[in-house]
């Protein structure tokens, strides 16, 4: 399979503060990888290092063997809450996600799609709604339909479900987990990993992989510093 993103080497600071050091990614197309670490670990610096939103101190990034910026990437952002300040409808914000140079599609078909992701993601309803009408399970399912209207090869996700109901997690994971595109999946709920992961990356400064849907306890500890809940988190995953 070929590359989707090759990260060597990387380190980023936020003035003196360290946030990643000597980061290495190499993860293959069609990958379903779940990052998990504690706050402040850097899983969001690393999905902006990816998208090419900031560049690295050191090291090297490519995407589809680009550099970041230069490869179409469908992102959902973390806080859904910023949408209910914007004076725009669901549907109109869908249609943001067709709006770039490289997405060639005629209007008709670009309200379509976004008509269609829409209701791919269960708010088809909803799109002559204001945003800021809606609640946040629904923005966030609004910014996910907006992630997948184009179509990417990649699509990050930084934490996209936690103010959704426990139901529509479900839902929303089965429909990612059903498309045909790379997937990097930033979450806090451990349970998503032995379900849908096919491999997880513990990031905490630096970052530890493991090229398939497990979290052993090395994993655990490279992340949050310790095993001695892994045995409980173990559990409450199986029942």
Do not use: W
């Amino acid at each position: 399979m070929p590359l989707a993103v090759n990260v060597k080497g990387v380190s980023f600071s936020y003035s003196s503060d360290a946030v990643l050091k000597d980061v290495d990614l190499t993860l293959e197309e069609g990958n379903f990888l779940v990052i998990i670490g504690p706050n402040g670990g850097g899983k969001s610096t690393l999905l902006k290092l990816i998208l090419g939103l900031i560049p690295p101190d050191d090291g090297d990034i490519t995407v589809f063997g680009k550099p970041p910026g230069k490869s179409f990437i469908g992102y959902v952002p973390q806080n859904p809450g910023q949408l209910e300040f914007f004076p725009i409808n669901v549907l109109d914000t869908a249609l943001l996600g067709l709006c770039r140079p490289a997405v060639k599609i005629a209007d008709k078909r670009r309200l379509a799609r976004a008509e269609e992701c829409l209701d791919i993601m269960g708010i088809r309803g909803l799109a002559r709604e204001r945003v800021a009408d809606i609640s946040s399970g629904q923005r966030q399912r609004l910014l996910i339909a907006r992630g997948i209207a184009a179509e990417p090869r990649l699509l990050l996700l930084d934490e996209p479900i936690s103010q959704i109901d426990p139901v529509g997690q479900e839902e929303t994971l089965s429909i990612l987990r059903g498309l045909n595109t790379t997937i990097i999946f930033v979450s806090h709920d451990l349970s998503v990993i032995p379900r849908f992961a096919t491999a997880v990356a513990c990031v905490n400064k630096t970052l530890h992989f493991h090229p398939s849907g497990e979290l052993t306890p090395t994993l655990f500890a490279a992340a949050y510093g310790n095993t001695a809940s892994f045995a409980l988190v173990s559990h409450v995953n199986e029942g």
